[in-house]
């Protein structure tokens, strides 16, 4: 997952994890190595390996990144919500909440699959998966059916 940390705008410096009982979860980007899918947990790795933080995928609502102090209450997170539907889909995902920009589609293992401008993609050409859309700063999960 080390290329979506790459891709990000350079002054992102910390991943949040925010939870669906709206704590939120900060990780200082610099320490993270990777990030893996075990079982329906969501592992962060350091460099060597270790397990810096473990968080079962059905409590994550989102994932985003932030400046150190930017997003550090639910509020901020919330006010920059972006809404990806049909979530799962067959075709084409729409994105509301944002202006168009840059859209990227990573799978499980971090590999970027896809990229467009827009407010929308086309998404038929993908096997049937779940799978990682990057929007600005905040990643969200959709499932490709």
Known sequence: MFVLFCSMQMMATNLVLLKSDGQQQLQDIATIGKWVYVGDDLQL?????????????????KITFAVSGEATSTENVAESTILVYPNPTQDLLMIQGTEAQTLRVYD??????KAEYGKQMQVSNLSEGTYLLQVGTQVVRFIKK
């Open 108 to 113: 499980l293992q971090g590999r970027l699959l």
């Open 45 to 61: 790795l350091d460099k060597a390996g270790n397990v810096l933080a473990e968080e079962p995928l059905a409590n994550i609502k």
